[in-house]
C-alpha cells in the first residue's frame, strides 16, 4: 500500500471517529469549499447559518461520517453543503403560505375586510391563549405580530438567531395544526 493510499485510509479512518484534529483540519482546509457550495444557493444571515450547520453535522453526525468512504473529500463535502443549503431553501419556501405577499391598497377598507381582521384578531388570541406555550410567546409576537425580521427579533429578545429560528420553526408548525385542525 503507497503512502498517499495509507494516509487517504488514515484520514477516513480518524474522519469517521470524529478526530478533533481532523475537525480543526477540515474546517480550516474546507471552508471556503463549504462557503461556495453553499453561496451558491443562498446569501447573508441564511448562507452563514447553512455553512455552520454543515460544519456542526460533520461533528455531531456519526451517519454524516460514515457515508464519506474515501476519495475526493472536497467534492463530497461539495455536494454534502449545496444539498443542505437546498434543503434549507425547501423548508423556508414550506413556511411561507402562498398567495400572503402584501397587495397594494388602493382605497380604504371595506367593512368585509374589517370583519377578517377581527376574525384574524379572535384567532390570534385563541391560538396563544390555548396552544402556544408561555416560552415562545415573545418570539410569536416579534416574528408573526410585530413582523420583525430574524435578526432584528433575536437582537431585541437577546438570543441567537438560531433559537430564535428553531422557536419560530415549532411555533409555524404548530400554528399550522391549529389552524388546519379547525380549532
Do not use: C
Request: proline share 4%; charged share 30%.
Amino acid at each position: 500500500m503507497g503512502s498517499d493510499a495509507q494516509e487517504d485510509a488514515d484520514f477516513v479512518a480518524a474522519f469517521h471517529v470524529g478526530s478533533r484534529a481532523v475537525y480543526e483540519s477540515i474546517y480550516r482546509d474546507y471552508f471556503a469549499t463549504v462557503d461556495s457550495s453553499v453561496g451558491s444557493v443562498l446569501t447573508g444571515i441564511d448562507r452563514e447559518t447553512v455553512i455552520h450547520e454543515v460544519f456542526l453535522q460533520l461533528m455531531s453526525s456519526a451517519d454524516t461520517r460514515k457515508r464519506f468512504r474515501g476519495g475526493s473529500f472536497q467534492a463530497w463535502l461539495a455536494v454534502l453543503a449545496r444539498n443542505r443549503a437546498i434543503d434549507f431553501v425547501r423548508r423556508r419556501n414550506r413556511e411561507l403560505p402562498a398567495g400572503i405577499a402584501p397587495q397594494p391598497a388602493e382605497r380604504g377598507p371595506s367593512p368585509a375586510d374589517a370583519d377578517r381582521r377581527a376574525e384574524a384578531q379572535i384567532l390570534v388570541e385563541e391560538f396563544q391563549r390555548r396552544v402556544l406555550p408561555d416560552k415562545w410567546r415573545s418570539v410569536f409576537r416579534a416574528r408573526f405580530l410585530e413582523e420583525r425580521d430574524q435578526p432584528d427579533a433575536a437582537r431585541l429578545l437577546g438570543m441567537s438567531r438560531t433559537t430564535l429560528a428553531y422557536q419560530e420553526y415549532r411555533i409555524r408548525s404548530l400554528l399550522r395544526r391549529f389552524v388546519l385542525g379547525g380549532h
